[in-house]
């Protein structure tokens, strides 16, 4: 593993107690960054904190709430002193369904976790770099938010919101010390699968060249970088990590 120079630095990763999180949560730490996990799952929180070690902390909050929000963003600077970074990783699959057949209490609860909540940890901190002039977002996309998959259009539609926020947010705080990136990651195999039926996780591997899914691992190496001060000419950027599905 290469090592990144983040000491001194302190990060949120919300959905950081498991999967994606975590493994980037796991890699900013082992750079030197102090790292505060955001998630609803206490037990899973509690555990992941722990694993870190000292000098981390873990704030169980649920991101689509914006009183929740707000009041983690105060009880994160009150620990960590401030916030360098923001890694936006959690999200849902929602059911594996046709538009036409897709519950709207289903579609509601993906855009409030993985759109509203990107909106709202990303409005809560951007002000707050702001004020620093300094910070670096990196909010998870996934390679469906730019192709559309069948039977995921709630998933598909919240993801392409991320992006168009990213790149929103981005070219407004352009002139500030803050860049705000995403990652577009094509299927990663974690808890997140449950969520899926074979017949979808079957057609999402199909698509990648590679042949193969990725790894935590290998996101977290490309999200750590973007949280670095090296990144500092991308900004309302999109970078891929789909095993060549992408081809924009």
């Given at each position: 593993m290469?090592q990144?120079?983040?000491?001194g630095?302190?990060?949120?990763?919300?959905?950081?107690a498991?999967g994606i999180?975590?493994?980037?949560?796991t890699?900013l730490a082992?750079?030197?960054a102090?790292?505060?996990l955001?998630?609803?799952?206490?037990?899973a929180l509690?555990?992941?904190?722990?694993?870190?070690?000292?000098?981390?902390?873990?704030?169980?909050?649920d991101?689509?709430s914006?009183?929740?929000?707000?009041?983690a963003?105060?009880?994160t600077?009150?620990?960590?002193?401030?916030i360098?970074i923001?890694?936006?990783?959690?999200?849902?699959t929602?059911?594996?369904?046709?538009l036409?057949?897709?519950?709207?209490?289903?579609?509601q609860?993906?855009?409030?976790?993985?759109l509203?909540?990107?909106f709202l940890?990303?409005?809560?901190?951007?002000?707050?770099?702001?004020?620093a002039?300094?910070g670096?977002?990196?909010?998870?996309?996934?390679?469906?938010?730019?192709?559309g998959?069948?039977?995921a259009?709630?998933y598909?539609?919240?993801?392409a919101?991320?992006?168009?926020?990213?790149?929103s947010l981005g070219?407004?705080?352009?002139r500030?010390?803050?860049r705000?990136?995403?990652?577009t990651?094509?299927?990663v195999?974690t808890g997140?699968?449950?969520?899926?039926?074979?017949?979808?996780?079957?057609?999402?591997?199909?698509?990648i060249?590679?042949g193969?899914f990725?790894?935590?691992?290998?996101?977290?190496a490309?999200?750590?970088?973007?949280?670095?001060?090296?990144?500092?000419f991308?900004?309302?950027a999109v970078?891929d990590?789909?095993g060549g599905?992408?081809?924009?």
């Open positions: 290469n990144l120079d983040m000491k630095r302190a990060a949120v990763v919300t959905g950081g498991a999180g975590l493994a980037i949560a890699r082992a750079s030197g102090r790292v505060c955001w998630d609803r799952d206490r037990a509690e555990t992941a904190s722990q694993a870190l070690g000292a000098g981390h902390q873990g704030f169980a909050l991101v689509a914006e009183k929740e929000v707000a009041a963003t105060d009880a600077l009150k620990a960590l002193g401030r360098d923001l890694v936006c990783s959690a999200g849902i929602g059911p594996n369904a046709t036409i057949d897709y519950p709207l209490a289903d579609w609860q993906v855009m409030d976790i993985n509203t909540g990107v940890c990303n409005r809560a901190i951007a002000a707050k770099m702001r004020d002039d300094y670096r977002i990196v909010n998870i996309a996934s390679i469906a938010g730019k192709e998959n069948p039977n259009s709630a598909s539609v919240s993801k919101g991320v992006i168009a926020l990213t790149k070219k407004e705080l352009a500030t010390g803050v705000v990136n995403c990652v990651p094509a299927a195999r997140m699968f449950g969520q899926m039926t074979q017949a979808h996780i079957d057609f999402m591997l199909s698509k060249p590679l193969r990725g790894t935590i691992e290998e996101i977290a490309m999200v750590a970088w973007l949280c670095t001060d090296e990144c500092s991308s900004t309302g970078f990590l789909s599905r992408a081809v924009y």
